[in-house]
């Protein structure tokens, strides 16, 4: 499950603006969240997205106002540590997750593909230079990893 602040919350795979795609299973699971062809959008695209289309997508579970969030998850997870012995269990066997064990080996191959690519290589070495790993940059790490692609 995942939950977001409506108002300050957004999402991105912003890794296509460095010349590689994302890796550690990042398409995988964003496929098994959003689908196909939501997932290459955010992939392609490397734009921000806000929690209520992220929630739309089905990213993220619901986008709820920030003064709300704590209270709704707080609340979820004392209705799921309640629940008697083994209903956790059957719910997760009833609802398995998909078999990633051949899209990772793909994501890796293709993820280690980009990454060894000259572009690639100028592009993520720019982002640091620029300061892609500070906290300012990481605040508006699209933005900077735009300027430095152009």
């Not at 500070?134 to 900077?144: I, N, W, Y």
Request: no cysteine; hydrophobic share 45%.
């Amino acid at each position: 499950m995942a939950f977001a602040a409506a108002e300050t919350a957004g999402l991105g795979q912003i890794e296509a603006l460095m010349g590689i795609i994302p890796g550690g299973g990042g398409t995988q699971y964003l496929r098994g969240r959003v689908g196909r062809n939501r997932a290459l959008e955010v992939v392609l695209t490397a734009d921000l997205f806000d929690a209520e289309t992220a929630a739309s997508y089905g990213w993220i579970n619901r986008a709820l106002p920030a003064d709300e969030l704590d209270e709704y998850v707080d609340r979820v997870a004392r209705n799921i540590a309640a629940l008697p012995d083994g209903v956790i269990e059957a719910a997760k066997r009833s609802l398995p997750a998909d078999d990633l064990k051949e899209g990772l080996l793909g994501e890796n191959d293709a993820w280690a593909a980009t990454f060894s690519l000259p572009a690639a290589q100028q592009l993520i070495s720019g982002g640091l230079k620029d300061g892609a790993q500070t906290p300012a940059g990481e605040r508006d790490l699209e933005g900077l990893m735009r300027s430095v692609a152009r």
